[in-house]
């Protein structure tokens, strides 16, 4: 059974530098690109980042471009996310996922969700 379990969320003072991770199994996900979305309260899911499965090309939502970093372990079956300088409007469900069909951009196409990890981010 295909599983993805997200780690790493809690509560970050605004400014601070916590990394998640997620940890695939049940499949060759290290063949899959992945990637991370979040949502916030009565907001959309949204894309954040996205890495191929060699970790060689990696790509970035506008509003955290400079500030987050995705990357993989495919030894490992996990997937990090490095957030740097977090603002209050970072608080949201990060979500990890894989294996898109179509737009990576877009929530609908991708295959397999973790259950999300909790992020809040205080001023």
């Known amino acids: 059974q295909a599983q993805l379990v997200e780690s790493g969320g809690g509560l970050v003072q605004a400014g601070g530098s916590p990394r998640l991770s997620c940890a695939a199994s049940?499949?060759?996900?290290?063949?899959?690109?992945m990637g991370w979305f979040r949502q916030a309260p009565g907001k959309e899911r949204e894309f954040v980042a996205a890495?191929?499965?060699?970790?060689?090309?990696?790509f970035y939502a506008d509003s955290v471009k400079g500030r987050f970093t995705i990357s993989r372990d495919n030894a490992k079956n996990t997937v990090y996310l490095q957030m740097n300088s977090l603002k209050p409007e970072d608080t949201a469900v990060y979500y990890c996922?894989?294996?898109?069909?179509?737009?990576?951009?877009?929530?609908?196409?991708?295959?397999?969700w973790g259950q999300g990890t909790q992020v809040t981010v205080s001023s």
């Open positions: 996922a894989a294996d898109p069909d179509g737009d990576y951009t877009d929530y609908v196409t991708w295959g397999y």
């Open positions: 049940g499949r060759t996900f290290s063949t899959f690109p």
């Open positions: 890495i191929t499965w060699s970790g060689k090309s990696s």
